[in-house]
Structures are given as C-alpha cells and as structure tokens.
C-alpha cells in the first residue's frame, strides 16, 4: 500500500473486468445459439408445411388414379 492505494484493488478491477468480458462472450454464445434455434424452427416449419402439400398432391394423384381406373374398367 503506497499513497493509500490499495494493489488489491487493481488486481479486483482486473477480475470484474475478466468477468464481463466471459458473461458478454457467453451472452453472445447464448443470443447466436437462440437465432439458430429461431432459425431451424422456422426451416423446420417450412419443411412440415412442404411434407403435407406434398402428402396432399399424392392423396390427389391416388384419387385421380383410381378414377382412371375405374373409367378403364367401364370402357372394356
């Protein structure tokens, strides 16, 4: 302690400051991790959302199919 200032206060001053610097880096972990789960959810909904239209053409063309078939069968 020299001129009454404390060397311990530096070295606590360096802490706080090592300490904000690893919650900023886990906050900017945590913020990029909730955008690239917002992000998947939305690209997850968009390929259910693709699944079905898909699943709906199929029933459609099935449908379609059948009625072919039937108008076949009727002509011989």
Do not use: W
Not at 52 to 70: F, H, I, W
């Amino acid at each position: 302690m020299e001129n009454g200032i404390d060397e311990d206060d530096d070295e606590e001053d360096g802490d706080l400051d090592e300490e904000d610097g690893e919650v900023d880096h886990i906050l900017s972990i945590y913020y990029g991790d909730s955008k690239r789960i917002k992000q998947y959810g939305l690209y997850r909904k968009a390929y259910v959302q693709q699944l079905e239209t898909s699943r709906m053409k199929l029933t459609q063309l099935g449908q379609e199919l059948q009625r072919a078939r039937k108008q076949l069968l009727l002509l011989l």
